[in-house]
């Protein structure tokens, strides 16, 4: 007789526990997915990001202000790159940087005095030539300059261009 007992609480226990998970799935919403994919491998360096974040992106290095610089140049958006440039710079600046046939950044580095060292490969608009300053004192092929940076308003700005720290 106890054995029928406890048989009919165990019994009673199974399809309670049946009963409870049968109505738990019928309340979660379905799940249209065909196949769910693995985890990718990833790299320690990346952010991970939630689906209810939004997407992180990693704001740009001095380095890459520097090179952003001289690729508007590059590309002849002048106005886009005299942007860039801190008040004061700005519109003196246009002979200088529209002279400019082709400049390329082959190297930036920062050195002790807070500026950083700039290894151009250029090459100039004849016209250039017969400026005060031929070629605004650049030379066809390396040169190197020192670019100073100043932060205004959350924004970096190019505050100046020179031959030495």
Do not use: C, H
Not at 22 to 32: A, S
Not at 125 to 134: D, F, G, L, T, Y
């Amino acid at each position: 007789m106890l054995k029928k007992i406890i048989f009919a609480i165990v019994l009673t226990t199974v399809i309670s526990f049946l009963v409870v998970a049968l109505v738990v799935n019928k309340l979660q919403p379905k799940n249209e997915t065909l196949f769910q994919a693995s985890p990718m491998p990833t790299n320690p360096a990346a952010t991970v990001q939630s689906e209810s974040a939004p997407p992180q992106v990693p704001l740009p290095t001095e380095a890459d202000i520097i090179r952003t610089f001289f690729e508007l140049i590059n590309e002849k958006r002048i106005d886009e790159a005299l942007k860039m440039m801190a008040p004061l710079e700005g519109e003196n600046w246009r002979p200088y940087l529209e002279s400019f046939k082709k400049v390329t950044v082959l190297e930036v580095s920062k050195n002790e005095f807070g500026s950083f060292r700039v290894l151009l490969d250029v090459e100039m608009e004849p016209i250039s030539a017969k400026q005060p300053v031929p070629y605004f004192g650049y030379a066809n092929g390396q040169n190197t300059k020192f670019v100073v940076l100043e932060k205004k308003d959350d924004l970096w700005k190019i505050k100046g261009i020179a031959t030495g720290p």
